[in-house]
């Protein structure tokens, strides 16, 4: 059994999914989806890291994937999609699979758009039958901008993530949503309809034939019923997801833009199966599977079939995956079921004996190869070293037992005995102190630092931010263990601060920005930077308040961690770290 973790960023979001697959079962183990803010991706490239970073951070704290031990050595297998992440079908001569790489760069110059410095490089091939040494074969070469690529490694890293794959969107799509059984007649259609893009890939029992990107989607609808309607995007597109429904109203004006930006995808989305058609005009398209967002327009499966020849069906990459207990509906046709293809896919691996396209830069995958050997090297030196200590430990033991023998040894001893009562007071004393020790300490361990979280309040508090109102509460400490002791021995304490994460207090805030929409603005930067410090946590805001004259005003709930503890705990145990 092998489990794997895919990971989509999209223009809207970022999702991540781990799978299991034992032979031909498949169970989706944990998924999770962070929204982006707009413009964060556009095209397919990362235009925001740190919104990418956070939202990748707050997909890992679902608990199912946060349990599954998802640590910094975790591998994670990503995507690229967009106008600079292309496929195109060549002719290369026969070569094994390990060798297919170096092979298509000769030949990929004359297909590729890129600068040569620029571009990353992968293929597999698109015939399942092995040719004659030195005979052509049909390859599916896969590209990439390098510029689309390292911005991706760079935030994958930054969250302690190890990227293990680069593929294509549309490879991900066929492996979780495309009928790989060779004995069907006919290639089959899969259409993802994106925020931003739309792909058009099509396969033949698990092989890519044709792949092309549309820039277009499920936005320019959006965009269409906000012109109509002057009005935002973000209530265009909650408008978009009623529009056309019969038990919602909406202005005819909006239905009508929909229609319009929606014919324009049909048409393009139509255009790619006649180029197909006409193209390869031996071979005829069994039926087209759609997916993602965008498809979920009310009528634009109707349309989309009116358009085509062949039949039209929603995709279901939640089908042939069981994820039941991943705490979200899983049911096919439900909303996940929209979005989840390309994480899920990422996740599932090739059928055995196909290569996979990868288009990890070769100086990252030689780093991460050095990183491996380098490591196994220092793991054989430390085990050696460990096993040299043992024998002269050993050694040791044995001058050391045979000293233990001697007379004049156990003549020390007894002398030694003979002095200790003239210290018992010494003991006594050492017992006093680490009894006060315990009392201090018990007394001091939760309380809260109340000038460093003023001066941490302030850290993260714009210029244009004033504090109205202050009401802080220490949390109810939990039980301290006592110090316990014997006649014997020295009395023993177990005292430690909070946890970083452990809430030790509460603050109430009146907060007051300026006026306008500025205000609003000031409280997203105060948030945001108050999170980000990661002293505090949210609890409570009250709804904003604001006009164009008079300012923004709120109150929010913060509890404060640990990581804000006393520091009168070092006082009586100096090994605890000063607070500045």
Same mark, same amino acid.
């Given at each position: 059994?092998?489990?794997?973790?895919?990971?989509?960023?999209?223009?809207?979001?970022?999702?991540?999914?781990?799978?299991?697959?034992?032979?031909?079962?498949?169970?989706?183990?944990?998924?999770?989806?962070?929204?982006?803010?707009?413009?964060?991706?556009?095209?397919?490239?990362?235009?925001?890291?740190?919104?990418?970073?956070?939202?990748?951070?707050?997909?890992?704290?679902?608990?199912?994937?946060?349990?599954?031990?998802?640590?910094?050595?975790?591998?994670?297998?990503?995507?690229?999609?967009?106008?600079?992440?292309?496929?195109?079908?060549?002719?290369?001569?026969?070569?094994?699979?390990?060798?297919?790489?170096?092979?298509?760069?000769?030949?990929?110059?004359?297909?590729?758009?890129?600068?040569?410095?620029?571009?990353?490089?992968?293929? $597999?091939? =698109? +015939?399942?039958?092995?040719? %004659?040494?030195?005979?052509? *074969?049909?390859?599916? &070469?896969?590209?990439?901008? #390098? /510029?689309?690529?390292?911005?991706?490694?760079?935030?994958?890293?930054?969250?302690?993530?190890?990227?293990?794959?680069?593929?294509?969107?549309?490879?991900?799509?066929?492996?979780?949503?495309?009928?790989?059984?060779?004995?069907?007649?006919?290639?089959?259609?899969?259409?993802?309809?994106?925020?931003?893009?739309?792909?058009?890939?099509?396969?033949?029992?698990?092989?890519?034939?044709?792949? $092309?990107? =549309? +820039?277009?989607?499920?936005? %320019?609808?959006?965009?269409? *019923?906000?012109?109509? &309607?002057?009005?935002?995007? #973000? /209530?265009?597109?909650?408008?978009?997801?009623?529009?056309?429904?019969?038990?919602?109203?909406?202005?005819?004006?909006?239905?009508?833009?929909?229609?319009?930006?929606?014919?324009?995808?049909?048409?393009?989305?139509?255009?790619?199966?006649?180029?197909?058609?006409?193209?390869?005009?031996?071979?005829?398209?069994?039926?087209?599977?759609?997916?993602?967002?965008?498809?979920?327009?009310?009528?634009?499966?109707?349309?989309?079939?009116?358009?085509?020849?062949?039949?039209?069906?929603?995709?279901?990459?939640?089908?042939?995956?069981?994820?039941?207990?991943?705490?979200?509906?899983?049911?096919?046709?439900?909303?996940?079921?929209?979005?989840?293809?390309?994480?899920?896919?990422?996740?599932?691996?090739?059928?055995?004996?196909?290569?996979?396209?990868?288009?990890?830069?070769?100086?990252?995958?030689?780093?991460?190869?050095?990183?491996?050997?380098?490591?196994?090297?220092?793991?054989?030196?430390?085990?050696?070293?460990?096993?040299?200590?043992?024998?002269?430990?050993?050694?040791?033991?044995?001058?050391?037992?045979?000293?233990?023998?001697?007379?004049?040894?156990?003549?020390?001893?007894?002398?030694?005995?003979?002095?200790?009562?003239?210290?018992?007071?010494?003991?006594?004393?050492?017992?006093?102190?680490?009894?006060?020790?315990?009392?201090?300490?018990?007394?001091?361990?939760?309380?809260?630092?109340?000038?460093?979280?003023?001066?941490?309040?302030?850290?993260?508090?714009?210029?244009?931010?004033?504090?109205?109102?202050?009401?802080?509460?220490?949390?109810?400490?939990?039980?301290?263990?006592?110090?316990?002791?014997?006649?014997?021995?020295?009395?023993?304490?177990?005292?430690?601060?909070?946890?970083?994460?452990?809430?030790?207090?509460?603050?109430?805030?009146?907060?007051?920005?300026?006026?306008?929409?500025?205000?609003?603005?000031?409280?997203?930067?105060?948030?945001?930077?108050?999170?980000?410090?990661?002293?505090?946590?949210?609890?409570?805001?009250?709804?904003?308040?604001?006009?164009?004259?008079?300012?923004?005003?709120?109150?929010?709930?913060?509890?404060?961690?640990?990581?804000?503890?006393?520091?009168?705990?070092?006082?009586?145990?100096?090994?605890?770290?000063?607070?500045?």
């Amino acid at each position: 059994m092998s489990t794997n973790i895919g990971l989509e960023i999209s223009a809207t979001a970022v999702r991540i999914a781990k799978v299991s697959v034992k032979g031909h079962h498949k169970s989706l183990i944990a998924f999770a989806e962070a929204a982006l803010p707009q413009g964060a991706v556009v095209d397919g490239a990362i235009v925001n890291p740190d919104a990418v970073a956070t939202a990748i951070k707050q997909c890992l704290t679902v608990p199912r994937l946060k349990s599954g031990g998802l640590q910094k050595t975790t591998s994670v297998n990503l995507s690229v999609s967009g106008l600079r992440a292309i496929s195109r079908e060549i002719e290369v001569p026969s070569v094994p699979d390990n060798e297919l790489d170096e092979a298509v760069k000769l030949q990929a110059i004359d297909f590729i758009p890129f600068p040569a410095e620029k571009t990353l490089l992968s293929a $597999r091939r =698109i +015939s399942s039958t092995q040719a %004659s040494p030195g005979q052509p *074969i049909k390859v599916m &070469l896969a590209a990439a901008h #390098s /510029d689309l690529v390292y911005p991706l490694l760079d935030v994958i890293s930054s969250v302690d993530l190890i990227p293990k794959n680069i593929d294509l969107a549309s490879s991900a799509l066929i492996r979780s949503l495309g009928d790989n059984i060779t004995t069907r007649s006919g290639p089959e259609a899969i259409v993802s309809v994106g925020a931003d893009l739309t792909l058009v890939v099509i396969h033949d029992a698990g092989r890519p034939i044709f792949v $092309r990107t =549309i +820039s277009e989607g499920g936005n %320019s609808v959006t965009k269409a *019923i906000a012109a109509s &309607l002057d009005i935002p995007l #973000s /209530d265009a597109d909650n408008i978009k997801k009623y529009v056309g429904r019969p038990d919602r109203h909406t202005p005819p004006v909006a239905v009508a833009a929909a229609r319009d930006a929606s014919a324009k995808l049909i048409t393009e989305i139509k255009n790619s199966i006649d180029y197909f058609t006409s193209t390869y005009s031996g071979m005829q398209i069994r039926r087209l599977l759609i997916t993602g967002g965008g498809s979920r327009l009310t009528g634009f499966i109707d349309r989309l079939t009116q358009a085509l020849p062949i039949p039209v069906e929603r995709a279901s990459c939640l089908k042939g995956v069981q994820g039941e207990k991943i705490g979200q509906d899983t049911a096919p046709g439900s909303q996940l079921d929209d979005v989840a293809a390309v994480a899920i896919g990422l996740a599932i691996p090739e059928p055995p004996n196909i290569k996979r396209i990868n288009l990890l830069p070769p100086d990252f995958v030689s780093s991460k190869k050095l990183k491996h050997t380098s490591r196994l090297i220092a793991v054989a030196v430390i085990v050696i070293i460990l096993i040299l200590a043992g024998f002269y430990g050993y050694k040791l033991l044995g001058i050391h037992n045979a000293e233990n023998v001697v007379g004049h040894d156990q003549a020390q001893i007894n002398q030694l005995n003979a002095t200790i009562p003239k210290y018992n007071y010494v003991a006594i004393e050492a017992k006093e102190l680490i009894t006060d020790k315990g009392i201090a300490l018990s007394a001091v361990a939760d309380e809260v630092n109340w000038p460093l979280v003023l001066k941490s309040l302030n850290t993260t508090m714009p210029k244009q931010l004033i504090v109205t109102s202050f009401s802080g509460t220490t949390a109810s400490a939990p039980a301290t263990p006592q110090p316990t002791s014997t006649s014997s021995s020295t009395p023993t304490q177990s005292y430690s601060l909070p946890l970083p994460t452990q809430v030790i207090g509460t603050l109430q805030l009146g907060l007051k920005g300026v006026s306008g929409n500025s205000g609003y603005q000031t409280f997203y930067n105060w948030a945001k930077a108050t999170y980000k410090y990661g002293k505090f946590q949210y609890t409570n805001y009250s709804g904003i308040s604001s006009t164009a004259t008079s300012p923004a005003t709120w109150s929010a709930g913060i509890n404060i961690l640990g990581s804000i503890h006393t520091s009168r705990y070092a006082k009586f145990d100096p090994t605890t770290p000063v607070i500045p």
